[in-house]
Structures are given as structure tokens and as C-alpha cells.
């Protein structure tokens, strides 16, 4: 009797404490996106539904400009972190023992440890040593992307290693005494295997430069201001309803992103559990 009335009780107690984590993580984020279609300038204050906002982002060539570059960035440091990161990882994995290794794997591991501000003001004192020996490279897109890449590429080789970690070495050992070369395993083999971290890696790197404040703020330059710097200098003047609109869409876009990417992984696990299947079969 005791088992039957705490079952039901740990039961519904786990539910409720599941759902105020969803409320606490969700309901911001409906707020703003309900607050974009807002009449009053001010924020909290509902006057009524409109699409002013909206109207109003498109003639922001402020907020638009630090979009596209934000956008720009984070591409690029999704594209590079991923290469690095899994260069990395292939490095700590596949090779147990060369000289530096304790040394190489706790550089890689630093940035996920460390300050963002010691980072970004590291990455500034270098290089400001460099253009001064020189004369490149000028405060701007680059150096954000340098700096975002380094940050990146730590994220990127964590979730890389941890998938080359779970391999089953016994199919690149099996390619390779089928004669093919260790290019071709790493292609052929190897890469199809670990494509879902890639993309896994890719999505996270992409959105972690895409709001990153802190590192941008110290290597951005004139004419080169994000769009997470153009709301955070407007915060401190009072945000325009037109923030809520910039975020809302960008609400939008990820879990767009986000759906199709999950379908993508799912129809590419469920594609390689029929193969393996079909393997064993035959």
C-alpha cells in the first residue's frame, strides 16, 4: 500500500518540477515573442497587436548590418571550428602517446574553462603586439572571427572526441585489410560514422558566435559592430520594440533549423540501423 500512494506522488512530483523547468526556460522567450506584436513603444505594456516593429526592422541598417555580419562570422567560425576541432580530436583519439600530448590536450580543453573576458583581453594584448610588428591584421571581422574560432574549436573537438571515443575501431581495422588506404577509411568510412557530431559540432559553434558579446566586444572595431553589440548598447538607453521583432525572427529561424537538422540525424540513424541490419542479415 505504501509503494501504491508514493508511486503516483513521485510521479506527478517529478512532472510538476519538469514542467516549472520548462516554464522558467520557455516563457521568456514566448513573452518576447508575444511582446514583438506589441502597439506601445513601451515593452511590458500591451496597447494592442501590430506589425509596425517588424516594419521597422527592415529600415534599421544598424541592427540589419551587425545581422549580416553576426551571420558572417558565425559561418565561418562554425566551418572553421569543425575542421580544427576534429583535427583535435583525431589527435587525442587516435593517437595515445606523442610528445605534448598532456600539454596539447589541455590547451584544447583551456577555453571551456576560462573567463571569457581573460580570453577576449588575452587575444587583444596579442594582437595589438602583432599589428604593431606588422601592421596587420586591423580590429574588425578578422580578428572577431579569430577569436570566436578559438572558442569554437574547443566546443567542436568535446563533442567530436566524444563520438570518435565510441567507434568500433574493429570496421576502419576491417577497410584497411580490404586494401583500402587510411585516406580512403578516414572518407569512406570514418566520416559517415561521425557525421552527426559534425553537425552536431557545426550547430553549436554557430550558435555560440552568433550571441557571443564579451569576446566580440574587445576585438571588434569601427565599422565592425555585431548585432549582439548593437543590442547591448541600445540596452543601456532602453531597447526599441524593434529588438523583440530582430529576436523573434531569429526564434523562429533556429527552430526551423533545429527541426529540420533533428530530422535530418534521425533519418540518417534510422538509414544506418537498416544497413546494419541488412549487414547482418546477409
Not at 102 to 130: C, I, K, Q, R
Not at 165 to 182: H, I, T, V, Y
Not at 205 to 230: E, H, K, Q, R, Y
Request: glycine share 6%.
Amino acid at each position: 500500500m505504501r509503494l501504491a500512494t508514493s508511486d503516483p506522488f513521485n510521479r506527478w512530483f517529478g512532472r510538476g518540477w519538469l514542467s516549472l523547468g520548462y516554464l522558467f526556460l520557455y516563457l521568456p522567450i514566448v513573452a518576447l515573442v508575444v511582446y514583438s506584436f506589441n502597439d506601445s513603444p513601451v515593452p511590458n505594456v500591451w496597447r494592442g497587436f501590430t506589425l509596425k516593429w517588424y516594419a521597422a526592422l527592415l529600415a534599421d541598417d544598424e541592427m540589419l548590418t551587425g545581422l549580416r555580419l553576426s551571420l558572417q562570422i558565425a559561418f565561418l567560425t562554425a566551418c572553421g571550428s569543425v575542421v580544427l576541432g576534429t583535427l583535435a580530436a583525431f589527435a587525442l583519439v587516435k593517437y595515445k602517446r606523442f610528445t605534448g600530448r598532456t600539454a596539447f590536450s589541455g590547451m584544447v580543453s583551456a577555453p571551456l574553462v576560462m573567463p571569457e573576458v581573460v580570453l577576449g583581453l588575452s587575444l587583444l594584448l596579442m594582437l595589438v603586439s602583432v599589428q604593431r610588428a606588422l601592421g596587420f591584421p586591423e580590429r574588425g571581422m578578422t580578428t572577431i572571427w579569430m577569436g570566436h574560432l578559438l572558442l569554437g574549436m574547443a566546443y567542436a573537438a568535446v563533442v567530436v572526441q566524444s563520438r570518435l571515443q565510441d567507434l568500433n575501431p574493429q570496421l576502419e581495422e576491417a577497410a584497411m585489410d580490404l586494401g583500402a588506404r587510411p585516406a580512403q577509411v578516414f572518407w569512406l568510412v570514418t566520416l559517415p560514422m561521425i557525421s552527426q557530431s559534425l553537425l552536431s559540432a557545426w550547430l553549436l559553434t554557430f550558435t555560440i558566435s552568433l550571441d557571443d558579446v564579451v569576446i566580440s566586444a574587445f576585438l571588434s572595431g569601427p565599422g565592425s559592430t555585431t548585432m549582439p553589440l548593437v543590442i547591448f548598447s541600445r540596452a543601456r538607453l532602453g531597447l526599441n520594440p524593434s529588438v523583440n521583432a530582430m529576436a523573434t525572427v531569429i526564434v523562429v529561424v533556429v527552430a526551423i533549423g533545429v527541426i529540420v537538422a533533428s530530422y535530418l540525424i534521425a533519418r540518417a540513424e534510422r538509414r544506418r540501423a537498416l544497413e546494419i541490419s541488412a549487414a547482418h542479415r546477409a
